[in-house]
């Protein structure tokens, strides 16, 4: 994974403070992880006894940040010549390789065993196929494939508010496949708007982004045609149990600034583009951030007024 002259400058055994330890599990990955997961688990149908609910939360998140750490040990070489991810524990030279394994691997354990035990063992066969399906399948295998890594390896950010729901229920439903949908359909314009103005970085790393193999006028036009499929999800969330009035409404506001914002980055001319530093696909991406988050508030509102009896 990692040539010699890489392996001279990781850590050694010491050199690390918690913090650096903490920075291996993707915190601003797992806030999603764990918000998602929230929101699968209160809006399904069913009443979660606070501590099971707590415990459920606590075990996806481990689980979430295991995989975060175990990508960083696999990544540790191509981290280091990305000016995005330089400063990660691994290639900054605080945390050493094995340990970054290690602690995945323990926390992967882990975090699976108990969910089992504080829930049901479906949601913890769902947690564990999650790690599996990150670590193995995205971040071994298709992440220096294929361009099309990031749409199939998207399904393992889009798993915990279907665990959270399967963890409440015991069972998948059409609200939890069409949560689990919502965010496999968001991942590629996300990540591609940010492979648009964030090019040089796959490019010296050599990995085979959408905009590295196919060229920015493809990646364009792909985000415009997810972005058209994932509004279809997103308003089809609103009439399911999951949705409501408050969904709704977010959702046709926030779709349509997302179709806007897709059109816009379909419509640019690469020369303006270049001469504007890409304001326009940098406004989608923040745009994006904020998307998702809404979407899943809208659904805990919704379930929130739905249990004080004000919606039926």
């Given amino acids: 994974m990692s040539d010699a002259s890489y392996t001279q400058t990781v850590a050694k055994h010491g050199d690390a403070e918690m913090g650096d330890y903490f920075a291996l599990l993707k915190p601003r990955v797992m806030t999603l992880v ?20 707590f415990c459920a939360i606590l075990f996806i998140a481990i689980g ?16 280091a010549i990305m000016k995005r991810t330089a400063r990660r524990p691994i290639p900054a030279g605080k945390v050493t390789e094995g340990e970054a394994l290690a602690l995945g691997l323990g926390l992967s354990g882990f975090s699976v065993m108990f969910l089992g035990l504080a829930t049901n063992w479906m949601a913890a066969g769902l947690l564990a196929f999650t790690i599996f399906f990150y670590v193995v399948v995205y971040t071994m295998w298709l992440k220096r494939w294929t361009p099309q890594n990031i749409v199939i390896g998207g399904a393992a950010g889009a798993f915990p508010p ?21 965010i496999f359909m968001w991942t590629p314009p996300h990540f591609w708007a940010l492979a648009l103005f964030m090019r040089s970085d796959y490019d010296d790393a050599g990995v085979p982004m959408l905009t590295v193999t196919h060229g920015r006028r493809a990646t364009r036009i792909h985000i415009l045609v997810y972005t ?28 349509a ?11 640019r001319d690469e020369v303006v583009s270049e001469t ?6 940098k406004k989608f991406f ?22 004080v009896g004000m919606w039926p």
């Fill in 64 to 79: 979430g940040g295991a995989s975060g750490a175990l990508n960083m040990w696999w990544d540790a070489d191509i981290d």
């Fill in 286 to 307: 923040k745009l994006s951030l904020a998307y998702l988050f809404l979407h899943f508030g809208a659904i805990l509102i919704d379930a929130f007024l739905t249990r």
């Fill in 228 to 255: 058209v499929l994932l509004a279809v999800l997103a308003l089809a969330m609103g009439f399911t149990s999951a949705g409501g009035p408050v969904y709704l409404v977010a959702a046709v506001i926030l779709n």
């Fill in 257 to 267: 600034l997302f179709l806007k914002g897709a059109y816009d980055i379909w419509r």
């Fill in 276 to 281: 504007d530093n890409f304001a326009v696909e």
């Fill in 162 to 182: 279907m665990i959270g729901w399967v963890a409440a229920t015991g069972s998948i439903s059409i609200e939890a496949v069409l949560m689990f949908a919502l």
């Fill in 34 to 53: 764990v918000f998602t997961a929230f929101v699968g688990l209160l809006a399904a149908p069913v009443t979660v006894h606070p501590f099971i609910a």
